[in-house]
């Protein structure tokens, strides 16, 4: 037999040996003589006790979400734009000062709307009384003195006079007491805190007073002038009493340089005090002994 055909039948006679043995492939390999020899070089493939096993990697379908269409768009009506109504101007505004106010004022007072003399300044009590007389008017409620509030005012009132403009007493002169409608009447009100000299029932003069504390208040009822002391000083309380006029025990109508300076902040003693001095000046040479003092609330 020729070599080749015998070393041929050899591989295949050992191969097939091993495979009756258990051996795997690659273990041992056979010489060219016919005998196995161990492996030298590393094998290739890896033994199953080496390693474990790769997990075999597992895929989920993820159903896609389904494309909700949205709503059409619907477009709102458009909506009419109101352009707020043009506000007239005032003619007369808030806060300010000045004659015309002092006019506003007395034509406000004639109607019974202003139950102040005018001061001449446009403040929360003007524009309350604005607001009445727009209500009763058929005008807007605003307090706000527009041309047709004033023109309305104004054909609704006389024009007013310079004492009604510029009276002689911060308040309204109270009505007059039933006792001084008749004869030389020096006339005081507590209430609105002002005396009027009168004569046969007619305003003569008149002019801010104060009068006693609680503790030295000033008495009510009718008297009369008992007596006259232009510089007199008090002999209790030793302070000047100007142009006094006594109706009461100690008590007096008199100037006062307190009540000029402090005003209401202060008292007398049970006096009458007037503040304008030119006022009291003046009244003192006109009344007279026995003229009737009349004080009343």
Known sequence: MHRTAVVGTALATATAAALVAGCRPGEATVNGRGQ???????????????????????????????????????????????????????????GTSGDRVRELQARLRALGLFHRNPTGYFGTITQASVSAYQRGHGLAATGSVNQRTWTSLRLATKPPTRDELYPPTTLPLAKPDPRCLTGRVLCISKTSRTLAWMVNGRVVSAMDVRFGSEYTPTREGLFQVNF????????????????????????????????????????SHGCVNVRDKKKIAALFEKVKAGDKVVVYK
């Open 36 to 94: 196995e020899r161990p492996q030298t070089r590393a094998s290739t493939s890896t033994p199953a006790h080496e390693a474990p096993p790769r997990p075999r990697r597992t895929y989920t379908h993820k159903a896609k979400p389904k494309r909700v269409a949205a709503p059409p768009r619907t477009t709102a009506p458009a909506v009419p734009r109101h352009t707020a109504p043009r506000v007239a101007p005032p003619v007369i505004p808030f």
């Open 228 to 267: 006259k002391s232009r510089d007199h000083v008090s002999t209790i309380y030793h302070t000047p009493m100007p142009y006094a006029m006594f109706f009461s025990g100690g008590q007096a109508v008199h100037y006062s340089s307190d009540f000029a300076a402090r005003g209401y902040s202060g008292a």
